[in-house]
T-cell receptor, first 112, second 110 residues
Framework: ETGVTQSPTHLIKTRGQQVTLRCSSQ?????VSWYQQALGQGPQFIFQ???????GRGNFPPRFSGLQFPNYSSELNVNALELDDSALYLC???????????FGPGTRLLVL | KNEVEQSPQNLTAQEGEFITINCSYS?????LHWLQQHPGGGIVSLFM???GKKKHGRLIATINIQEKHSSLHITASHPRDSAVYIC????????????FGPGTSLSVIP
């Protein structure tokens, strides 16, 4: 049990729709990172938020966006969903940059 | 060439065997994580290393910064150790980007 929760656990959307995934971090964790893991592949870094500001971004288009809130929760928003967005989306929080990351259980998104 | 590589890709062991999984990387790092992912997706952080060696129960992780290499050892392996083990490095950039290795799929047979 890492103390990091994600919602929903599973989600089905159709191409072109928008989706919001949520992550609730441990109290005091000011850093959250989001990852996309396609089936059979390793996780890919989407972006990181530190003290509510974006602090780094991987090779993902602007339709992937995020927010981090003062209550240690965060969101990943994906607009104009594409079939290839089907994946497991993981968030991980830590008490600071370069600290141990604690992973949530993930949200499994299926885009039809 | 991937920045983080792991070997072996797949591993089958008999219960009780000593297991070693290797990770090599080609970038400057500030830290390295060993992660365990069970079927269904949940990821558990096993170790975070920046130097030396760490031990937790039957698991031991070592890192050699000069050689850009890390190993994860499992002593007295058990079927419940069956999972994918992932090495992930934190790049020495201003953004602390994390890069994941491809994972090693371990199956421990009773």
């Amino acid at each position: 049990e890492t103390g990091v929760t994600q919602s929903p656990t599973h989600l089905i959307k159709t191409r072109g729709q928008q989706v919001t995934l949520r992550c609730s971090s441990q109290s005091g964790h000011n850093t959250v990172s989001w990852y996309q893991q396609a089936l059979g592949q390793g996780p890919q870094f989407i972006f990181q938020y530190y003290r509510e500001e974006e602090n780094g971004r991987g090779n993902f288009p602007p339709r992937f966006s995020g927010l981090q809130f003062p209550n240690y929760s965060s969101e990943l928003n994906v607009n104009a969903l594409e079939l290839d967005d089907s994946a497991l989306y993981l968030c991980a929080s830590s008490s600071g940059l370069q600290e141990t990351q604690y992973f949530g259980p993930g949200t499994r998104l299926l885009v039809l | 060439k991937n920045e983080v590589e792991q070997s072996p890709q797949n591993l089958t062991a008999q219960e009780g065997e000593f297991i070693t999984i290797n990770c090599s990387y080609s970038v400057g790092i500030s830290a390295l994580h060993w992660l365990q992912q069970h079927p269904g997706g949940g990821i558990v952080s096993l170790f975070m290393l920046s130097s030396g060696k760490k031990k937790h129960g039957r698991l031991i992780a070592t890192i050699n910064i000069q050689e850009k290499h890390s190993s994860l050892h499992i002593t007295a392996s058990h079927p419940r150790d069956s999972a994918v083990y992932i090495c992930a490095v934190c790049k020495k950039t201003s953004y602390d980007k994390v890069i994941f290795g491809p994972g090693t799929s371990l199956s421990v047979i009773p």
